[in-house]
């Protein structure tokens, strides 16, 4: 089993930053790729960005290609997510999953954290 819990969410103006971050427990952290997901109201949970085992390869949706930028420390085990330049339409639930593969899809990940809500106001 792996652990994981996200803190970093809040409120922020567009055009701000905010950085999330999500600690694991339980197995080794670096036999896992990492991946971020966030969920709207009244939508479908979707891909945001993910990362392999050891950090060396990164994968983005394209709403978010050039804004957010996803890193992992395994010495720490944590992941981040910076988001910059926020738009209205990212306010979301964040979820931090972990999975065997750098996939896109949600059963790509086996464990997943309980999310932490981001708001960007216009």
């Known amino acids: 089993q792996v652990q994981l819990v996200e803190s970093g969410g809040g409120l922020v103006q567009a055009g701000g930053s905010l950085r999330l971050s999500c600690a694991a427990s339980?197995?080794?952290?670096?036999?896992?790729?990492m991946g971020w997901f966030r969920q709207a109201p009244g939508k479908e949970r979707e891909f945001v960005a993910a990362?392999?085992?050891?950090?060396?390869?990164?994968g983005y949706a394209d709403s978010v290609k050039g804004r957010f930028t996803i890193s992992r420390d395994n010495a720490k085990s944590t992941v981040s997510l910076q988001m910059n330049s926020l738009k209205p339409e990212d306010t979301a639930v964040y979820y931090c999953?972990?999975?065997?593969?750098?996939?896109?899809?949600?059963?790509?990940?086996?464990?997943w954290g309980q999310g932490t809500q981001v708001t960007v106001s216009s």
């Open positions: 990362i392999s085992w050891r950090g060396g390869s990164t």
């Open positions: 999953a972990a999975g065997y593969s750098m996939g896109r899809r949600y059963r790509d990940y086996n464990y």
């Open positions: 339980g197995r080794t952290f670096s036999n896992y790729c």
